[in-house]
């Protein structure tokens, strides 16, 4: 077995869990949950507000944890939810406590990003992996062929 994506796989089950322990010790301190942090990040970056169905592309969340995180933003008043045809073509907004939050929010990931020199070179390298297991998942039957039992 190749040790490097053992190696690999660990590392990224451990920093997923790190990443989790920290938003949920740090979205507690502004009365959020880790879930939201994502969904406030990319809501902040589109001054226009975002779609449903954009936000659950740009996150990388099912439809299932966005509308959640979404219903439990604008019950909150961080978000508004501007009405659209369609099940799927609400446009959320942050309102102006939304946006103070989500500022202390990007404080705090900007501070842990200044930290590491080399993060633009691990995001390269996290991306080109990404796209390579993606591949594979796309087409598994290929991937796995060497495995089957003649």
């Known amino acids: 077995m190749n040790d490097r994506f053992i190696r690999l796989s660990i590392s990224l089950a451990r920093l997923q869990k790190v990443i989790q322990r920290i938003k ?10 880790a879930g939201h942090t ?8 589109a001054s226009e507000g975002l779609h ?10 099912d439809q ?15 978000v508004e939810k501007r009405a659209e045809s369609g099940k799927y073509n609400a446009l959320y907004l942050l309102t102006n406590a939304g946006h ?12 842990v ?4 020199d080399d993060l633009a070179t691990f995001y390269k390298v996290l ?18 062929e060497p495995l089957e039992i003649q």
């Open 24 to 33: 949920a010790s740090g979205m507690s301190r502004i009365e959020l949950k």
């Open 38 to 45: 994502l969904v406030l990040c990319r809501l902040a970056a």
């Open 52 to 61: 449903f169905s954009e936000l659950t592309e740009r996150c990388g969340l």
């Open 64 to 78: 299932a944890m966005i509308s959640r995180v979404l219903a439990e933003l604008v019950r909150s008043g961080l």
């Open 100 to 111: 103070d939050r989500a500022a202390r929010v990007g404080a705090v990931v900007a501070d």
């Open 113 to 116: 990003e200044r930290r590491a």
């Open 127 to 144: 991306d080109q992996l990404t796209r390579n297991l993606e591949a594979v998942d796309a087409d598994p039957a290929e991937a796995f």
